[in-house]
């Protein structure tokens, strides 16, 4: 089978989606024998490089404006590809299902390309699922958008998965949900192992000492909630002194949580970082004592599931996909907008070597048994089989 993904941002881009579209479009290439593009934007990282081949995917990318400074409810960077269905008609009109990845950038002119030029099948995985409790703009943006341009993209695709069961019951109108299924995201548990250890993480991040370290992963925007985890480790710092915070991201938010940290006393404890080579990332992990992730908001939560392949004990919040990747066997869930309740749990867990050992271990049998891509891999194969 030959599927087109479309997603406006890809490799050496790596976030969320990114990754997904990678780790399982590599395994259906090697493991099921699909034939895979990728239809993407020029970004500055990929220096101008047309077309490429990474691990099995025919990447191709399209001229477009780079946007980096955007309004809050569109979380940067952003493309603008003006030939993209022109591209999309006239050169990669030959596969068997176009997978959208980012129902916020495609537009009519794209649905219309697939099913009324091309005449063929088209898949949407919703990874942002509806937002909610976010921020005032945020939510009502994003609902406008969903009830209007979205609504027509869902009524256009002949099929929709979703990464939680949480984001296809906020995102998707119910009378389109028998066309649904969760399809959840993953980790390469082999990769992201705790048998890899965590050489130099310490002194690359200028810890010297052996305290305990609390670590985050994830865009610096309001979404992420890091000024919470902040406040809450303010608190930690109270009973355990050589305590350490690593966020591991980058975003507009980096000089607000950096003067955040200094007017909580607590900016010599406070290390932001970006730029990890994805093989050394799994370290990073494995030198934390807690993964912690008090968003406002996930549809699901990628780095949760990193984190829990390097058998992490994790604290969250209860919200969206996040309740249903983390068990209460491997980690514990606070509400969100409350970083007294973050602190709290925090402690207890690091106050209890025994209880952060049986988390850990029960995070990684369920990273195994349940989100390893290979299994996801399965799933994405199941849903394109089921379209022809």
């Known amino acids: 089978m030959k599927v087109c993904m479309l997603d406006p941002l890809f490799y050496p881009y790596f976030g969320g989606t990114e990754k997904v579209v990678l780790e399982v479009g590599s395994r259906l290439v090697r493991d099921h024998g699909y034939e895979i593009e990728v239809l993407t934007s020029m970004i500055p990282q990929a220096r101008g490089v047309k077309r490429e081949d990474i691990r099995g995917l025919h990447v191709h990318r399209t001229p477009s404006i780079y946007l980096e400074r955007l309004p809050s409810f569109l979380p940067p960077p952003f493309t603008i590809s ?5 591209h999309l008609v006239l050169s990669h009109g030959r596969a068997d299902v176009y997978h959208i990845h980012n129902r916020f950038w495609y537009q009519w002119g794209t649905l219309a390309s697939v099913k009324m030029l091309l005449r063929k099948k088209l898949m949407l995985t919703i990874h942002n699922a509806r937002p909610t409790g976010i921020a005032r703009d945020v939510d009502f943006w994003g609902g406008f958008y969903d009830d209007t341009f979205g609504r027509l993209m869902f009524d256009a695709c002949d099929r929709i998965n979703c990464v939680s069961r949480a984001a296809l019951e906020a995102t998707v109108p119910e009378d389109l949900r028998a066309k649904c ?13 705790p048998e890899r ?39 930690v710092k109270r009973e355990f002194k050589d305590a350490h915070l690593v966020i591991v991201g980058k975003g507009p938010l980096k000089e607000e949580l950096t003067r955040q940290a200094s007017d909580l006393g607590i900016l010599d404890s406070f290390v932001i970082t970006t730029g990890i080579p994805e093989d050394r990332l799994p370290l990073f992990y494995n030198a934390a004592d807690i993964f912690a992730l008090p968003s406002l908001y996930e549809a699901f939560g990628v780095v949760l599931c990193e984190a829990l392949a390097c058998g992490k004990p994790i604290v969250a919040t209860a919200v969206g996909g996040i309740r249903e990747i983390v068990s209460e ?48 891999a399965k799933d994405w194969d199941k849903s394109y089989k089921a379209l022809s």
Not at 181 to 193: C, I, P, R
Request: net charge neutral.
């Open 181 to 193: 299924a969760v399809v959840y995201n993953g980790v390469d548990t082999d990769l992201f192992s």
């Open 82 to 86: 003006p030939v993209l269905n022109w």
């Open 197 to 235: 250890g965590s050489a130099g993480v310490r002194e690359s991040l200028g810890i010297r000492d052996s305290g305990p370290i609390i670590m985050s992963n994830g865009r610096l925007i309001t979404q992420k909630a890091f000024s919470h985890l902040l406040e809450a480790f303010a608190g």
């Open 329 to 376: 066997e491997c980690g514990m869930l606070v509400e969100p907008r409350d970083p007294a309740a973050l602190e709290k749990t925090l402690l207890l867990l690091l106050g209890d070597d025994a209880l952060r050992k049986a988390l850990g271990a029960a995070s990684r049998k369920r990273a195994v048994e349940k989100f390893d891509w290979s299994i996801i």
